[in-house]
């Protein structure tokens, strides 16, 4: 399996993203050691993803993976600084696996580098030095570390723009075998190396050396023809084993012939299947680090039980040893235990060693290891028979009193094992089921609904929203809707200028269910419309505007009788999916929603059960329901909907 981009890969990919030249800087991520996320406006596209992973992957993903929520120093720094920036040339480094991305601003010009070998990095510059790095390194040539001058790293062999005689002379240089001289010493890697040798029919392992200059030319030939279709034309195919994707490059390889091949639109789109694949085989791969420990220790403990049963056994068969052997054994305890009182230890050692089934003697300690019942035992002879037999017993009931200890810790620790197995295969099963969000949009960021005929509400969620709203997306042609309650949030209805009646009720109707009228259960209430050249932050003299208020001067146009209710119903927004929580005449058509009052039942519980019914995360359904609780009086969905719920 492909274990990293190759510097082809790299020019492809580099090719792909320079169309987000002109774009600027969104926002960045980062977490685990080398995942950094580059979010990009584009002017026209709408946003991109430049995502660096494990620190050997670059590419577009065409969705945006689990961010965290919370920035790192790393992307915190970096935001600081190039925030809003705006991307100029994207290049690859020579032919290097290394990417350059200029962005300017109003205090300077920067680079970002991204370097896809040794591990990975991704650095900032600034006028040459090293501003914030991901990996802090120090090699012979070069230091990369913040305040330090950046070195771009020694250039390679070229195989994009050398002639043949720089192919020829590196080729003559090496004194490996071809392949190996084409994978390093013209810098193709093995990949492209192997596909060299493929196109010309050599050996890939015949020597450098050996090989006629007429086929070193040909060598050169392939080469060249294999850069200009890969960067000219590029073709990303993937290359499968066993339906999984073995290897993968910017064109087709006669190399991979014996493998199915499968054809992508892009490089990203293709690196980032490749991803999806390697997720799915780490997540079967990966073991819980507390079942992996809980594993290490029961192997252990049944080791150890293992050998306490093994050592008991064994003392057993000893001491019955002896008395298979009885008078062998007690002849040789008594001669030794009364020569021993005669003789030196020398002299009793030399003896002893006569004897045919004494195997060694240690008169030092009274111990003698012999031969007896089939059994090599280790007496002391100053006891006889009896008293040694008894201590071999003594010593295997001492140890089979801990492989008993030793048996309860055992299942102590399976039992545990299978607790924390079953909690996580509880958690998978559950992480399994676990509803996908539906498309982020902009305005998510704010209270909204859509009208039938498309036209877009949004509301401020707090005194910081409410004053964004209207400074940041109230138009000439919007309508801004309010009501006459305290906690109030302005409204803007787009393209209000042309809204019909039903629609600008249906924004004074969002105004007032949004605001503290639904948290006082009040039955009904009312709200009115104006034009935005009759709302103003400017207060009359002597007064104060807070944040979050506004002064409205001129007519006001009044809904009344407006009910406290809403429903929350299935949309189709720009071709995607979403769940939308707004006036019961915004759903025409609707066949799966819920109508809420404001009640004694609490949202947290409501937004969960209604995050069942649609399939989507509970945090989707929170953030579009009215302030306070919530009661649910109606419920319509298709009927095999209703009996999987």
Not at 199 to 220: C, F, H, L, N, Q
Not at 325 to 337: F, H, I, M, P
Not at 613 to 631: A, Q, T
Request: some cysteine.
């Amino acid at each position: 399996m492909k274990k990293e981009m190759s510097s082809f890969d790299v020019r492809s990919i580099v090719t792909e993203i320079s169309g987000v030249e002109g774009a600027h800087m969104d926002k960045i991520y980062h977490w685990g050691a080398k995942n950094v996320l580059f979010r990009l406006n584009v002017q026209g596209t709408g946003k991109k993803k430049l995502f660096f992973r494990d620190g050997k992957w670059l590419y577009s993903p065409a969705t945006k993976p689990e961010t965290p929520t919370m920035p790192t120093s790393f992307a915190s720094f970096l935001r600081k600084y190039i925030d809003n920036a705006r991307v100029g040339k994207v290049r690859q480094i020579g032919f290097d696996r290394a990417v350059e991305v200029e962005l300017a601003k109003s205090d300077g010009d920067y680079k970002l580098i991204f370097e896809l070998f040794g591990g990975g990095n991704v650095l900032l510059i600034k006028d040459g030095i090293i501003l914030n790095c991901l990996i802090q390194k120090t090699w012979k040539d070069r230091s990369v570390r913040p305040g330090s001058e950046y070195v771009v790293p020694k250039s390679r062999f070229d195989p994009t723009e050398s002639s043949e005689e720089d192919f020829i002379a590196s080729f003559r240089s090496s004194d490996s075998d071809a392949v190996r001289t084409l994978a390093t010493s013209v810098n193709l890697g093995g990949q492209y190396a192997e596909e060299v040798c493929k196109r010309i029919g050599i050996d890939k392992s015949t020597p450098a050396k050996d090989i006629p200059d007429s086929v070193v030319s040909e060598m050169y030939a392939a080469m060249k023809s294999i850069v200009k279709y890969a960067i000219e034309s590029p073709e990303p195919t993937a290359y499968l084993k066993d339906g999984k994707i073995e290897d993968f490059a910017p064109m087709r390889l006669e190399s991979r012939s014996d493998l199915e091949s499968k054809s992508y639109s892009t490089m990203s789109e293709m690196v980032h299947a490749f991803m999806l694949e390697i997720a799915d085989a780490e997540e079967e791969a990966f073991v819980d680090p507390e079942v992996e420990k809980l594993n290490r220790r029961i192997a252990k403990q049944e080791e150890t039980l293992e050998g306490y049963k093994e050592a008991e056994e064994e003392l057993r068969k000893k001491a019955e040893a002896l008395y298979t052997d009885y008078q062998k054994t007690s002849e040789l305890l008594a001669v030794l235990e009364d020569q021993s009182k005669k003789i030196t230890w020398e002299k009793l050692k030399e003896g002893a060693m006569k004897i045919p089934f004494v195997e060694s003697i240690d008169p030092a300690k009274n111990l003698v290891t012999a031969k007896l019942g089939g059994e090599t035992v280790v007496l002391d002879y100053t006891k006889n028979l009896d008293s040694n037999a008894s201590d071999m017993y003594q010593k295997g009931k001492d140890i089979g009193e801990k492989a008993k200890h030793a048996q309860e810790a055992l299942d102590e620790s399976r039992a545990l094992l299978a607790k924390t197995q079953k909690n996580i295969d509880k958690a998978r099963a559950l992480a399994a089921g676990r509803a996908e969000p539906t498309k982020q949009f902009w305005f998510e960021r704010y209270k909204w609904f859509v009208t039938p005929a498309g036209k877009l509400v949004i509301a401020g969620r707090d005194t910081h929203t409410n004053d964004s709203i209207v400074k940041k997306h109230l138009k000439e042609n919007d309508v801004y809707a309010h009501a006459d309650v305290h906690g109030a949030p302005s409204v803007i209805l787009k393209e209000g200028a042309s809204a019909t009646e039903e629609e600008l009720r249906a924004a004074c109707h969002f105004a007032i269910a949004q605001s503290k009228a639904w948290v006082a259960a009040m039955a009904e209430g009312g709200a009115f419309w104006v034009y935005p050249d009759q709302v103003s932050k400017t207060p009359n003299p002597g007064e104060f505007v807070p944040r979050g208020a506004f002064i409205v001067r001129g007519k006001r146009n009044y809904e009344y009788h407006l009910p406290m209710k809403l429903t929350i119903g299935e949309i189709y927004y720009q071709g995607a999916r979403k769940v939308m929580c707004a006036p019961p005449e915004c759903f025409p058509g609707c066949d799966r929603y819920v109508t809420i009052v404001p009640g004694r039942g609490k949202s947290g519980r409501r937004s969960n059960e209604m995050a069942k019914l649609f399939n989507v995360p509970e945090e989707e359904i929170s953030r579009i329901l009215p302030p306070g609780d919530v009661e649910i009086v109606d419920r319509v969905f298709p009927k095999d909907d209703q009996e999987e719920s």
